[in-house]
């Protein structure tokens, strides 16, 4: 499929949808948590007399899970009116958890619906618990997974409700992490899982310094920006780190650009490929996390430069490419654990550039605070600046692809 063309049955879902990563205790990837909303922004289980729909949106996304090297389950909300009713697909029960939400309605019936499906070995969450609703407390017996809001709940108070829920046995997840500071005090407190947005923000090192092994990449990068610049050039510069031309002979000789013959001198292969393709993977090993960082920190990062650039192309900017660094840039910062700021006075880019990265200016910033917002799925705060179902399609192409190059970087 072409990069400015969009299939005609991927525009056919009715729903925006996005999904949120939910990690471990090392903070690898346990599963991710599917955020669905209509183009209204309603609740995707309003589409009661529909379980069409929900097939068709869990088998888009379940995917990528099957594509990925190691797949995870999918958390996927859903009402108690959908669980009674009997609307459920027959999903595969390894991949997807059953999550009931903080206003479903007790009821026996419920419950004893529950039990069927946990003994037909589905894995039940239950999400927004709060521990002085009582009604919720006869669904501790039932449930395997339970999401405390730490921000709702509060820090102070969630080690002495740990100790109360011990007796129940539940995997217990900790939501709404913000910060590094505070996994790391859910981390003592025992926790099994994580969600929130504690790996989006920079865990701020003083004194910290670029490696040099990126210095050297930004030098390629700034030598590529250079209308004088040559393939021969560039090869020069690349030449003095052997493991950055390995890396880029390996990506030319691979299928994702394929070359019907093998590629060994690096002035050739730029030669070949073009400036600009050179230059977008070059961005891309910029974007690795060689730290010991989250490869879903890297997943993130190019999932929204793909997306920024194919909104960009989609809308007919002028520069795609500028849209794709500055989102695939968006999170330096947290990589690199340095203040974007101070980084990008290190970094050889375009103001344009920066100021996007900055301050959300330009049309690449205006692209890079729609993809944001979409991550998120506060899908009633976008700008739908196209059709909202463009922005899924573009996000689910853009896991894909994310995919299919983290697959060639490692």
């Not at 430069?305 to 849209?323: I, Q, V």
Request: net charge negative.
């Amino acid at each position: 499929m072409s990069e400015k063309k969009m299939e005609d049955q991927d525009l056919g879902l009715p729903v925006l949808m996005a999904r949120q990563a939910i990690y471990t205790k090392s903070q690898d990837v346990a599963a991710y948590e599917l955020l669905f909303r209509d183009e209204d922004g309603n609740f995707v289980s309003g589409l009661k007399d529909d379980d069409a729909t929900l097939s068709v949106l869990v088998n888009s996304y379940s995917s990528h899970s099957k594509a990925s090297q190691s797949p995870v389950p999918f958390f996927i909300k859903l009402t108690d009116k959908v669980i009674l009713d009997d609307q459920l697909p027959d999903f595969p029960r390894h991949m997807f958890v059953l999550e009931l939400l903080s206003h479903t309605e007790v009821t026996p019936r419920l419950i004893e619906r529950l039990k069927e499906l946990a003994s037909q070995g589905y894995r039940l969450a239950l999400a927004g618990f709060d521990p002085s609703d009582t009604r919720l407390h006869p669904l501790l017996k039932v449930i395997h997974v339970l999401k405390l809001d730490i921000q709702l709940i509060g820090l102070d108070r969630i080690p002495s409700l740990v100790q109360k829920l011990k007796p129940f046995n539940l995997e217990l997840m900790a939501d709404k992490v913000e910060t590094q500071d505070e996994f790391r005090r859910c981390l003592e407190m025992g926790f099994a899982l994580y969600m929130g947005y504690f790996l989006s923000k920079p865990d701020l090192v003083r004194g910290k310094k670029i490696s040099g092994n990126k210095i050297l990449l930004m030098q390629v990068l700034h030598e590529l920006q250079n209308p004088n610049a040559t393939a021969q050039s560039v090869e020069q510069m690349a030449l003095k780190d052997p493991e950055l031309t390995y890396k880029i002979l390996r990506v030319v000789n691979s299928a994702a650009v394929n070359l019907r013959r093998e590629i060994n001198s690096l002035s050739h292969a730029i030669a070949l490929l073009g400036m600009d393709q050179v230059r977008r993977w070059v961005m891309l090993f910029l974007a690795k996390s060689d730290n010991g960082k989250p490869t879903e920190l890297t997943r993130t990062m190019l999932v929204r430069g793909r997306m920024c650039e194919l909104l960009a192309e989609m809308l007919d900017y002028n520069d795609p490419m500028e849209c794709f660094i500055v989102g695939l840039l968006s999170q330096l910062d947290v990589m690199m654990d340095m203040k974007m700021e101070d980084l990008l006075s290190e970094v050889p880019l375009q103001q344009s550039v920066k100021d996007a990265l900055t301050h959300h200016q330009g049309q690449p910033g205006l692209l890079l605070s729609e993809v944001e917002v979409y991550e998120r799925g506060e899908f009633r705060e976008l700008k739908k600046l196209l059709p909202s179902q463009f922005y899924e399609v573009s996000y689910r192409h853009s896991l894909k692809w994310a995919e299919q190059v983290l697959d060639v970087m490692q």
